[in-house]
């Protein structure tokens, strides 16, 4: 191969152009090597054309070469034939005015001239002048110039593919109707079929357009929170900078903490956001990504290209749109009103005036065992709670609500690795899992589950970041101005682990629910300040 290239290289262009046109043709397609592949006899082949040779042999039990018809005992292995390739790369090179597709009319064998058009009958590529020389009958179906002309003919019969079975989603010759297996089918024509395959991919495109727009809408508000996030950080911060200018002497291990609070919760809010923002742009370029696809087939005139690309299906997933909706409005929120609160602390220890933040003078909190489950003791004090047989999970709530004010009380949990405690109003269900605190819209909770943490309500989970410890938990309630928090104490530091903001509208009691182990309550005592 490589003295006849040569040759023609030392001849004209136009000769060597010729000459080594023909001894660059596969046997098979009949069009220019596309890469090429060698079998072990030596003959070179397109990779795709000696693999669709191959399949076609499958469970046979013999593979042959189309050239030489050796046989091989197992399928031979397909090696790529390096310098061929740089040969037709070369070859391409000499050609700047030849089409992208690299299509040469078959007929015009002294001369490189582009084909416009493929005959599937008579697997031909034609020019514009043998086009016009050719059989006008309608079994001579003609195409846009494919190098790939095997797909468009039945691998049974080896006749032109003209119908496509609904049944089955396979496209069949003439005679797969007449006597084939599916005589029996419902039978389209290709050129329907494949019409109402564009219209269903038109429909996913709608869709899938629909889709960006919204992407694009929610990284705007992503943007736009993230903005607010910052402000509020900035706002809190400028109103601590002024309060500690007084008492900077005194207070500088103090205003460390605090700032220290500020940061974290902005840091904790603004890679929320931008986990957000990068999860969304990823859908966002997947999507652009899938619709540059479809417009692609949707511009492919040859039907059985469309028809045997695997159907996208619907693309708009409600559910997924509910995912990203909870994902924005369920964020991490900055915890302004608790950083608000600590202030009067701090300027409690310049003016020795007793300004703390209180909790609402109010009687203490017991568990009520008319509420528990079968499984569940309360003790005599009515503080704990334990579940008599492990596995058979329980709950139980509080004796007395209330509607209006500030509360604060501790969980302290003890030999389990499944739990929740949280705040219910009494009319939340008795029976089933949506009876669980969290699993439905009467309640919210923190939720422990092998060491991993997480707040819910309504059944939508939020997961807290793994380096989360919660042995003893704090929970604060403010009823009138809707906020519930939740604090992980451990020694003398609290920490801020998430915020509800909602609107209260029934009485609200205390809950536990765990899977084994114990849990004691206890309410934080009037006058006590929540440290951070």
Not at 120 to 141: F, G, I, Q
Not at 146 to 173: F, P, W
Not at 468 to 483: P, Q
């Amino acid at each position: 191969m490589t003295e006849r290239y040569r040759a023609a290289s030392a001849a004209t262009p136009g000769m060597a152009s010729a000459d080594l046109r023909q001894e660059l043709d596969c046997s098979i397609c009949l069009t220019i090597y596309t890469d090429p592949v060698t079998l072990r006899c030596g003959h070179n082949f397109c990779r795709g054309c000696i693999a669709g040779a191959l399949d076609a042999e499958e469970g046979s039990g013999v593979y042959s070469c189309p050239e030489c018809r050796e046989e091989f005992p197992e399928r031979p292995a397909l090696i790529r034939n390096i310098t061929l390739c740089n040969i037709v790369g070369r070859f391409w090179s000499t050609l700047p005015d030849q089409e992208e597709t690299g299509i040469i009319c078959t007929y015009c064998i002294h001369s490189l001239v582009p084909a416009v058009k493929s005959c599937l009958m008579c697997e031909a590529h034609l020019c514009d002048n043998h086009l016009r020389l050719h059989s006008k009958s309608p079994e001579h179906v003609l195409s846009d110039p494919t190098a790939a002309q095997g797909n468009s003919k039945c691998s049974i019969h080896k006749r032109v593919l003209e119908y496509y079975c609904t049944e089955d989603d396979v496209c069949i010759c003439e005679s797969c109707c007449l006597i084939g297996e599916h005589s029996a089918h419902k039978l389209e024509s290709l050129d329907e079929a494949s019409e109402k395959r564009k219209d269903k991919l038109r429909d996913v495109l709608q869709k899938l357009s629909t889709n960006i727009a919204v992407a694009e809408k929610r990284v705007q508000s992503l943007q736009e929170r993230r903005r607010e996030d910052k402000e509020k950080a900035t706002g809190v911060t400028e109103r601590v900078t002024a309060l500690f200018r007084d008492m900077r002497r005194q207070l500088e291990d103090l205003e460390k903490k605090e700032f220290n609070c500020i940061f974290w919760q902005e840091e904790r809010a603004s890679l929320s956001v931008s986990d957000l923002t990068r999860k969304l742009e990823i859908k966002k370029e997947e999507l652009s990504r899938k619709m540059r696809h479809i417009e692609d087939l949707c511009n492919v005139s040859d039907p059985v290209t469309v028809l045997q690309e695997p159907d996208t299906g619907d693309l708009c997933d409600n559910e997924d749109r509910k995912r990203h909706y909870t994902e924005v409005h369920y964020g991490v929120d900055l915890d302004v009103d608790h950083t608000l609160w600590t202030l009067p602390r701090m300027s409690n220890i310049i003016t020795s005036v007793k300004k703390g933040v209180y909790m609402e003078e109010a009687t203490d909190i017991f568990l009520d065992g008319t509420t528990a489950g079968c499984n569940i003791l309360v003790s005599g004090d009515g503080k704990s709670a334990w579940v008599k047989r492990n596995r058979l999970q329980s709950q139980i709530i509080t004796t007395s609500g209330f509607t209006s004010g500030r509360h604060c009380w501790d969980a302290e949990i003890r030999n389990t690795s499944s739990w929740r405690v949280g705040m219910c109003y009494p009319t939340i269900e008795s029976k089933g899992r949506q009876s669980y605190i969290g699993e439905n819209d009467e309640s919210w909770c923190l939720r422990g589950h092998n060491y991993r943490y997480s707040v819910m309500h309504d059944g939508i989970e939020i997961r807290l970041p793994e380096l989360t410890l919660c042995e003893r938990v704090r929970i604060v309630v403010d009823y009138d101005a809707g906020h519930l928090s939740f604090y992980s104490v451990y020694l003398s530091s609290t920490r801020h682990l998430h915020t509800f903001n909602t609107t209260f509208t029934d009485h609200l009691h205390a809950a536990l629910w765990l899977l084994k182990g114990n849990i004691t309550i206890s309410r934080v005592k009037s006058g006590a300040e929540i440290d951070v």
